[in-house]
């Protein structure tokens, strides 16, 4: 039961995730400029590195970009938990106030 769940959140997470990073942030102007000056970048650094290096570089872009997933994915699933908490905490802060 505990690993269905877990699969299913699992699940829930990336699709949202998936979701989000692909409606929402495109639709962000200061994601989109960011996403703009980035890839300027990386055109400036590959005029100036050997072709033979570049391997390196598209490598080291997916490692981040590795890593930026799993830290949404956490943020997320932090986030998620922290609003179940805060919705415990404060239906038993209405449940109080209602039985005084």
Same mark, same amino acid.
């Given at each position: 039961?505990?690993?269905n769940l877990r699969a299913y959140l699992? &699940? ?13 942030? @495109? !639709? &962000?102007? +200061?994601?989109? *400029?960011?996403? *703009? *000056? %980035? !890839?300027?970048? %990386? @055109? *400036? ?6 072709? &033979? ?9 997916? @490692?981040? !970009?590795? !890593?930026?997933?799993?830290v949404i994915e956490m943020m997320y @699933?932090?986030?998620?938990?922290? +609003?179940?908490? %805060?919705?415990?905490? %404060?239906? +038993?802060?209405?449940?109080?106030? &209602?039985?005084?």
């Amino acid at each position: 039961m505990v690993k269905n769940l877990r699969a299913y959140l699992h &699940d829930f997470i990336a699709m949202r995730t998936e979701e989000i990073g692909s409606s929402v942030l @495109k !639709q &962000d102007a +200061g994601y989109r *400029e960011l996403s *703009e *000056e %980035l !890839q300027s970048l %990386l @055109k *400036e650094i590959f005029k100036y590195v050997p072709v &033979d290096r570049h391997p390196i570089i598209f490598s080291y872009e997916e @490692k981040e !970009q590795a !890593q930026m997933a799993l830290v949404i994915e956490m943020m997320y @699933k932090r986030g998620l938990i922290d +609003g179940v908490y %805060l919705n415990r905490r %404060l239906s +038993g802060v209405i449940v109080s106030e &209602d039985d005084s």
